[in-house]
Structures are given as structure tokens and as C-alpha cells.
């Protein structure tokens, strides 16, 4: 799989899968711009490890759809085109229901989705808009295992992603003709700070556990699939949501 001198945006490549991602795309021979919300120094450190030359940083925060638009804009001006979109940031909040107070719960949908799908949805939008103009692109986004499985704690979390899965999936049929071409990646646990909380806790173990591999997914195995759905020879994969949960759940 050959990147050479390709554009690459990879949103949320400050740490955790995005800079795997980042690495991933970089070491195939990609220019890679890797976008952070506040973690500057954390995005530095990611550049400072990819491989090859044309890297930049850039920064928004996902939930402003205007910092969303400008932040796609200056890729392209800095890098002179977009050839993959890689949709991986993304927040996880809890809020169980019999919790939380009826503002809470008004306010922690918009907030989750605003940033996992709203977020998504603009970055795609003002790229596809790009890569329609320059005869086509690839789109990769990061979704989770919760979108099937349920997430029963954090459900505004598992309705982002099953959201965004659907986004994917629509626009996989609108824009083949375009040749765009859409994959999604659905992780399990995966060791990252997302996660450290919850490997934490004391049925840390227990989550491990529900792979018959007894463990948790490491970044770059999902950076491995994310590249592999953007290279050249998978465009007929295109609309599909791979799992990456080492048999913790297998849905038909
Ligand atoms: N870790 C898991 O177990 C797991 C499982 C399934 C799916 N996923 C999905 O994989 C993706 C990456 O997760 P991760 O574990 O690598 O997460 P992470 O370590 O928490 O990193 C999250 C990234 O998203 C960025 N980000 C967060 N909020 C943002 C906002 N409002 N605007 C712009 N960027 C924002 C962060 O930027 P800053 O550093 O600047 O804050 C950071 O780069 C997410 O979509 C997540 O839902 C993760």
C-alpha cells in the first residue's frame, strides 16, 4: 500500500489511533496534516515522529462548524489538495439515564454528537467538496463496536457512532460516482487515554477478557485497517464497516 506524496487529513492526530494513523500513512510515503483540538505540543510530538517530509498541524475544534470549514480550507491551501479524510476524533462522555437530570440529558446529546457526527459530517462535506473537484478522494471514519453492541452508559456516544456509520454508508452510494470512496472502522476497546479510564476500573479485567484474545485492540491495528480502506485496490469496499473487536462481539 503506496501513499506517495499523497495528502492525508487525519483529524484528532494529537494521540491515541489518530497519531498511529498519522504514523501509518506517513510511513507509506503521505504527507500527512494532522489536526488537534488543544494538545499543540501533544500534535508537535506526533509530527515529530511520522517518517518523510510535508507534514503540517492544524487546529480546530470540531464541534464549530466555521473552525471546521477553515481548518479543511488551510489543509488544502498548505498542502495543495486532499486526497484521504481520515474522521477519528471523537469524545466519549458517560451519563446513564437514571442519573441525570432532564438538562443534563438535553445537554450532553448535542454535545456528544456535535463533535463525533456534526463534526464528521462538516469535515466530509468541505472535503468531499474538494475531492470532487480534483476527481476523487477516499473517507475513512472512526467508529466504534458501541454502535451495535449498545452503550447503555454512554448512549449519545453509541447514537454518534451509529450516526456516523449511517452518514458513511448514504454517502458511499451518492458519491461512487464521484469516486470518493467511504470505509469505516469499528474498534473495541483499544488502548488509548479514551480508554484508560474504564481498563482502570476494577472489571478492568474482565473487559480483556471479552476477546478471546485477552486483550484490548492496540491503535495501530486499527490504523492498519483505516489504511488499508483508503488505498488503492479496496474502492469496492467502499460503504463497508469493518470490524476491528477481536471477536468480543460478532454481530450477523
Ligand atoms: N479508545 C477506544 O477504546 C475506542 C474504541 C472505539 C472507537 N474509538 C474511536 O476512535 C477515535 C479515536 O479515539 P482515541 O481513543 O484515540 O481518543 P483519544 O486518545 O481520547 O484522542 C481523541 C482525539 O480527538 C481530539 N478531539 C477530541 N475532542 C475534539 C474536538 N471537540 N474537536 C477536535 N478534536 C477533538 C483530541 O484532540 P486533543 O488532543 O487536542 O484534545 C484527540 O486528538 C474516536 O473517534 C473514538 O470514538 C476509540
Redesign the pocket.
Known amino acids: 500500500m503506496h501513499f506517495d506524496g499523497k495528502a492525508i487529513l487525519v ?8 497519531r498511529e494513523i498519522a504514523k501509518a500513512f506517513a510511513a507509506r510515503g503521505a504527507r500527512v496534516a494532522l ?5 499543540l505540543e ?2 508537535e510530538t506526533t509530527r515529530n515522529m511520522l517518517t518523510g517530509e510535508g507534514h503540517i498541524i492544524a487546529q ?4 464549530d462548524p466555521a473552525a471546521v470549514k477553515r481548518m479543511v480550507d488551510e489543509v488544502v491551501e498548505r498542502m495543495g489538495r486532499i486526497d484521504v479524510l481520515v474522521n ?5 462522555e458517560e451519563l446513564p439515564l437514571p442519573e441525570a437530570t432532564y438538562d443534563e440529558w438535553a445537554a450532553y446529546f448535542p454535545r456528544v454528537l456535535g ?2 457526527l456534526y ?1 464528521a459530517a462538516n469535515a466530509t462535506y468541505c472535503a468531499a467538496k474538494y475531492m470532487m473537484n480534483q476527481g476523487g478522494g477516499r473517507i475513512v471514519n ?5 454502535a451495535f453492541r449498545g452503550e447503555p452508559d454512554a448512549p449519545a ?1 453509541g447514537a454518534s ?1 451509529a450516526g456516523l456509520n449511517s452518514l458513511g454508508q448514504s454517502l458511499a452510494k451518492l458519491l461512487a460516482p464521484h469516486k470518493i470512496f467511504i470505509g469505516t472502522v469499528a ?4 488502548e ?4 484508560a479510564e474504564r481498563l482502570a476500573q476494577p472489571d478492568g479485567a474482565d473487559i480483556l477478557r471479552q476477546s478471546p484474545l485477552g486483550r ?1 485492540a492496540k ?1 495501530e491495528e ?1 490504523a492498519h485497517v483505516a489504511v488499508f480502506l483508503a488505498s488503492e485496490g479496496a474502492e469496492f469496499t467502499t460503504g463497508a464497516i469493518v470490524d476491528v473487536n477481536g471477536a468480543s462481539y460478532l454481530r450477523s
Open positions: 483529524t484528532g492526530a494529537s494521540r491515541g489511533i489518530g489536526h488537534y483540538r488543544c494538545e501533544a500534535a480546530a475544534d470540531l464541534a477519528n476524533a471523537g469524545i466519549y463533535v463525533n463534526g472512526i467508529s466504534s463496536r458501541g456516544y457512532k474498534p473495541g476497546f483499544v488509548t487515554d479514551m480508554a484490548v491503535p486499527v
